[in-house]
């Protein structure tokens, strides 16, 4: 090689490492690229206590006197790198969104946005800072990790170091889990009406079919006429002579119960208020069958579905003179990241009558007759609680591990 092109060459590779640490930014000129910079806008305050962290009259170096950088509060909905390192506060390569030294994912940070709200307070709506509320539908990250909200690997949604689900508050945005439709912060909300709506005609046309059926069902299952739980959708038309419907009840704690209501129109005070559309066949395979509603009827099997907030749906079902059974099928580990809880569950259901369990499907009795939801609701709670409690153990080790991992790369 030409000795000239060799000591270019060597010069070029000596500078590499000059060149790159040039090209991080650095507020205050102090030689300290802003990403491990301390005190980024050198006014005297540490980036974590500092509510303006790459803005402010510096205090030393270089710039000594002098106004640098922005006038944007770290809680700014403007501000989108508040300690200016080049990483916006919501990327998912940011994982120390303030500069304070400390991961977002550690249980040290209590702070994460460096605005003196600490992270689990009521009056802590944006936890990552990124202007974006913590309960608004388009935050889908609210502690800035780079995990989605609601994904199997997100341990700690609000990262307030409390596991999902050991936290009352899990999204952070001062509503306790019971009172909160959107409680993962995730933007969805379960209620089988609003899944189903395009199933169902306009309320206003149909208001003397939905109060019938609304009285008939507070009627049967003892429900007050001001508990506001209750909702009644009419459907089209489909069987000839039969109107049909669902309904829907919401307990204040978000369990949700519905089912399917029909009546003959010939006499409607004969309603049954749990349907089940048994086919009859031809059993030919073809699509066409199976959307003829002359190949259907109901059959003498009543059937109703429960279901806690993010829970699948618990399948109920009886025939006439037989007690009301329940079918839970709990969720997997490739849905969930995390195995079937078998013992928790086997604990909160095995008083049932005739309980049974093959480690997946959880069955048993629930009452000899329906006369209320609240054996209903009382279900979905148990399948909850047991549910969480088994997740909560696991995802505490879980953020342990991470906060740990997260200590060492500190």
Same mark, same amino acid.
């Given at each position: 090689?030409?000795?000239?092109?060799?000591?270019?060459?060597?010069?070029?590779?000596?500078?590499?490492?000059?060149?790159?640490?040039?090209?991080?930014?650095?507020?205050?000129?102090?030689?300290?690229?802003?990403?491990?910079?301390?005190?980024?806008?050198?006014?005297?305050?540490?980036?974590?206590?500092?509510?303006?962290?790459?803005?402010?009259?510096?205090?030393?170096?270089?710039?000594?006197?002098?106004?640098?950088?922005?006038?944007?509060?770290? #809680? $700014? =909905?403007? *501000?989108? @790198?508040?300690?200016?390192? /080049?990483?916006?506060?919501?990327?998912? &390569?940011? %994982?120390? +969104? !303030?500069?304070?030294?400390?991961?977002?994912?550690?249980?040290?940070?209590?702070?994460?946005?460096?605005?003196?709200?600490?992270? #689990? $307070? =009521?009056? *802590?709506? @944006?936890?990552?800072?990124? /202007?974006?509320?913590?309960?608004?539908? &388009?935050? %889908?990250? +609210? !502690?800035?990790?780079?995990?989605?909200?609601?994904?199997?690997?997100?341990?700690?949604?609000?990262?307030?170091?409390?596991?999902?689900? $050991?936290?009352?508050?899990? @999204?952070?945005?001062?509503?306790?889990?019971?009172?909160?439709?959107?409680?993962?912060?995730?933007?969805?909300?379960?209620?089988?009406?609003?899944?189903?709506?395009?199933?169902?005609?306009?309320?206003?046309?149909?208001?003397?079919?939905?109060?019938?059926?609304?009285?008939?069902?507070?009627?049967?299952?003892?429900?007050?006429?001001?508990?506001?739980?209750?909702?009644?959708?009419?459907?089209?038309?489909?069987?000839?002579?039969?109107?049909?419907?669902?309904?829907?009840?919401?307990?204040?704690?978000?369990?949700?119960?519905?089912?399917?209501?029909?009546?003959?129109?010939?006499?409607?005070?004969?309603?049954?208020?749990?349907?089940?559309?048994?086919?009859?066949?031809?059993?030919?395979?073809?699509?066409?069958?199976?959307?003829?509603?002359?190949?259907?009827?109901?059959?003498?099997?009543?059937?109703?579905?429960?279901?806690?907030?993010?829970?699948?749906?618990?399948?109920?079902?009886?025939?006439?003179?037989?007690?009301?059974?329940?079918?839970?099928?709990?969720?997997?580990?490739?849905?969930?990241?995390?195995?079937?809880?078998?013992?928790?569950?086997?604990?909160?259901?095995?008083?049932?009558?005739?309980?049974?369990?093959?480690?997946?499907?959880?069955?048993?009795?629930?009452?000899?007759?329906?006369?209320?939801?609240?054996?209903?609701?009382?279900?979905?709670?148990?399948?909850?609680?047991?549910?969480?409690?088994?997740?909560?153990?696991?995802?505490?080790?879980?953020?342990?591990?991470?906060?740990?991992?997260?200590?060492?790369?500190?």
């Amino acid at each position: 090689m030409n000795p000239s092109i060799r000591l270019a060459l060597l010069a070029a590779l000596a500078l590499q490492p000059l060149m790159a640490t040039a090209a991080l930014p650095d507020l205050d000129r102090d030689g300290i690229p802003n990403i491990t910079d301390t005190d980024v806008d050198n006014d005297g305050l540490l980036n974590g206590v500092d509510r303006n962290i790459d803005g402010g009259v510096a205090v030393r170096g270089p710039l000594r006197g002098r106004y640098i950088g922005d006038q944007l509060p770290n #809680n $700014a =909905a403007a *501000e989108l @790198d508040m300690d200016a390192d /080049g990483l916006a506060d919501k990327a998912s &390569n940011e %994982t120390d +969104i !303030d500069g304070d030294g400390l991961a977002d994912n550690s249980t040290a940070e209590t702070d994460m946005d460096g605005d003196g709200l600490a992270d #689990n $307070a =009521a009056s *802590e709506t @944006d936890i990552d800072g990124d /202007g974006l509320a913590d309960n608004a539908a &388009n935050e %889908t990250d +609210i !502690d800035g990790d780079g995990t989605e909200d609601g994904h199997k690997a997100e341990a700690d949604i609000d990262g307030d170091g409390l596991a999902n689900g $050991a936290d009352p508050d899990v @999204d952070g945005d001062g509503l306790a889990n019971s009172a909160d439709r959107d409680f993962d912060g995730t933007g969805e909300v379960e209620d089988f009406l609003v899944d189903a709506a395009g199933n169902f005609v306009d309320d206003a046309t149909v208001q003397p079919v939905i109060d019938l059926v609304t009285t008939a069902v507070r009627q049967q299952l003892n429900l007050s006429a001001n508990d506001a739980g209750l909702k009644v959708r009419v459907q089209p038309s489909w069987l000839p002579g039969v109107q049909t419907g669902a309904w829907r009840y919401l307990s204040a704690d978000n369990m949700q119960v519905w089912a399917r209501w029909s009546y003959s129109t010939d006499n409607p005070a004969e309603i049954k208020l749990f349907v089940n559309y048994e086919y009859t066949g031809p059993h030919a395979g073809r699509f066409e069958d199976y959307t003829n509603p002359a190949n259907y009827k109901i059959s003498d099997e009543r059937r109703f579905y429960g279901q806690y907030p993010r829970g699948p749906f618990t399948f109920l079902s009886w025939l006439p003179g037989e007690p009301v059974s329940f079918y839970y099928a709990a969720p997997d580990e490739q849905a969930t990241g995390r195995p079937v809880p078998v013992a928790a569950l086997n604990t909160a259901l095995a008083a049932y009558p005739n309980f049974y369990t093959d480690g997946r499907v959880f069955a048993g009795d629930l009452v000899p007759t329906l006369t209320s939801l609240q054996p209903v609701l009382e279900l979905q709670r148990q399948l909850q609680r047991a549910t969480r409690s088994a997740s909560a153990k696991l995802e505490t080790a879980q953020i342990a591990a991470e906060s740990a991992t997260a200590s060492r790369q500190d």
